[in-house]
């Protein structure tokens, strides 16, 4: 019943953009937390950033500050994240994450290439 669907990746070169989006269902978007994660091959999954209910907070990972940028339209039940100057270590599949009061739902991920 609950579903997060990412779409936007693909392959970009360093420096370009891409902008990711993530569909949700099944739930009351306005009321959780969202939240961006990554992971690269052999490495661990990280939090890339994340947004508050009504978008007036964010966070970002030290690696992706002044780039990245999230944003959410509860209206459309969305949340982006508009990825800017990319560089190859921003390749990964990425994926969206709702804070669920019993449980965290996932989306099954997007990937990004970046390179030249």
């Known amino acids: 019943q609950v579903h997060l669907v990412e779409s936007g990746g693909g392959l970009v070169q360093p420096g370009g953009s891409l902008r990711l989006s993530c569909a949700a269902s099944g739930f009351t978007f306005s009321s959780l937390t969202m939240r961006w994660y990554r992971q690269a091959p052999g490495k661990e999954r990280e939090l890339v950033a994340s947004?508050?209910?009504?978008?007036?907070?964010?966070y970002y990972v030290a690696s992706v500050k002044g780039r990245f940028t999230i944003s959410r339209d509860n209206a459309k039940n969305t949340v982006y994240l508009q990825m800017n100057s990319v560089k190859p270590e921003d390749t990964a599949v990425y994926y969206c994450?709702?804070?669920?009061?019993?449980?965290?739902?996932w989306g099954q991920g997007t990937q990004v290439t970046v390179s030249s």
């Open positions: 994450k709702a804070d669920g009061v019993a449980n965290d739902y």
């Open positions: 947004i508050t209910r009504a978008g007036r907070n964010a």
